[in-house]
């Protein structure tokens, strides 16, 4: 009996992976924008926020990153996470579908544990703090050189945003900030190339 070896799935072709990329983010960033119009208009959303060490809390863990504290808060980080989430995404949409729910469950139990109490936290700082993580570090986790430099120019041009992980302003989650770094390089390692298909 001969066995013939089976074929290897060809992976998409650059231009589809861009266009999957760019669409994915846009669609993303509209359904911020479409759900904070829908919170300011209703205040139906504001449940959603995550408040600390209540159990029954646990379920907004997820929904917390895709809600604001106004349409300001909202704006400053839509333009970050366009940018590194469509980098990210050009890798493959399913291991940037892992990696971003990575992020937002090592961040969003990092403020559950760690928040102050009676406070409400809400926003994707966290995702854009752990994707910027996530492409500093899976250059050196996959040893692909491209995306070392790619992560190299991540770190120079947004490496400012590391200040937010220190406690300097109550208003700001720091902790979300912190804990959505710490989940980005996790998913690095976790989901480097090999380990699972794009």
């Known amino acids: 009996m001969t066995y013939l070896p089976q074929a290897q799935p060809r992976p998409p072709a650059r231009g589809a992976r861009v266009r999957a990329a760019a669409g994915l983010m846009l669609l993303w960033a509209a359904l911020l924008w479409v759900l904070e119009a829908v919170d300011s208009a209703t205040g139906a959303l504001h449940t959603f926020g995550l408040s600390p060490r209540s159990l029954p809390e646990l379920r907004d863990v997820i929904p917390m990153a895709f809600l604001h504290h106004g349409f300001d808060h ?22 940037f579908a892992a990696v971003v729910l990575t992020i937002m469950l090592v961040g969003g139990l990092g403020v559950w544990l760690t928040a ?19 492409l500093v570090v899976r250059g050196f986790v996959d040893r692909r050189p491209w995306d070392v430099v790619t992560g190299l120019v991540v770190a120079v041009v947004y490496g400012s945003i590391l200040w937010g992980v220190l406690p300097t302003n109550p208003a700001v989650s720091w902790q979300g900030h912190l804990f959505g770094l710490v989940g980005g390089v996790l998913a690095a390692f976790w989901f480097r190339r090999g380990r699972m298909p794009a």
């Open 74 to 95: 909202l704006a400053s980080n839509t333009l970050p996470l366009l940018v590194l989430g469509f980098i990210a995404a050009l890798g493959g949409i399913r291991r």
């Open 116 to 134: 102050p109490a009676y406070s409400v936290t809400a926003g994707a700082s966290g995702v854009v703090f752990g994707l910027f993580g996530y």
